[in-house]
């Protein structure tokens, strides 16, 4: 259970949101929609206790997150908005190097498989620089390939630069992290092909 309780944001000075409630039971998906500046990246970011709320508490398992600290960021993955990926590394070597930061154990040879589902097969060995944006977007995705077992998935803006069959992959992926008893946040401008989710996904406008 992910539980946001009146949590306020402030950012140079000015409230972006304020007094926000929320609870996300375990097999559901809570999908942060706003316009640009509202606050979206950094809800995320307090809700990966990356940035502290001006007021309010945020709760995983009915304990503050602040209290948690390295046990807290042990049961989530969080992707930024940016793939953050190292040009002239290899989309393995970065695949490798995220889940290495990240606190995860994967092989090389696991890191290849995750490539693989993310629809990148033959792309292990070539330095970042030369992907397409699409490309380096499934490479920082593919962590979550990797992370069945982690039981909160942070994404922001997770289907840009994706085409339909990326975005139908990342979909279905969602859907098996849900049926797990997983907790997803997410934010994301598009209006992409979460119909099937539709039951598990509590809305939060900002």
């Known amino acids: 259970m992910l539980e946001l309780h009146d949590v ?3 950012r140079g ?3 972006l949101f304020s007094h926000l409630d929320c609870q996300v039971a375990p097999g559901h998906l809570l999908r942060v929609r706003g316009a640009n500046g509202a606050g979206k990246t950094s809800l995320l ?3 990966c206790g990356l940035l502290p ?8 398992c009915g304990d503050r997150i602040a209290d948690l600290g390295e046990q807290f960021a042990r049961q ?3 992707v930024g908005h940016a793939a ?3 040009d002239d590394l290899s989309a393995l070597e970065n695949l ?3 889940c ?3 606190g995860l154990k994967a092989t090389p040879a696991q890191s290849r498989e995750a490539l693989v589902a993310a629809g990148l097969p033959g792309r292990f060995r070539v330095p970042a620089r030369h992907l397409s944006q699409g490309q380096r977007r499934r490479v920082a995705l593919a962590r979550l390939v990797l992370s069945p077992t982690v039981p909160l998935w942070v994404l922001d803006e997770p289907f840009n630069a994706l085409d339909s069959a990326a975005t139908e992959w990342l979909c279905t992926l969602l859907g098996a992290h849900l049926k797990q008893d997983g907790v997803v946040v997410l934010t994301s401008h598009q209006d992409v092909a979460l119909d099937a989710l539709a039951q598990r996904i509590v809305p939060l406008g900002l």
Request: a positive charge.
């Open 8 to 10: 306020t944001c402030v």
């Open 76 to 78: 989530l993955v969080y």
């Open 45 to 47: 970011r307090m809700v």
């Open 96 to 98: 490798q190097i995220a």
């Open 53 to 60: 709320a001006a007021q309010g508490q945020i709760r995983w």
């Open 84 to 86: 953050a990926l190292k």
């Open 100 to 102: 290495l930061l990240g």
């Open 13 to 15: 000075g000015r409230a």
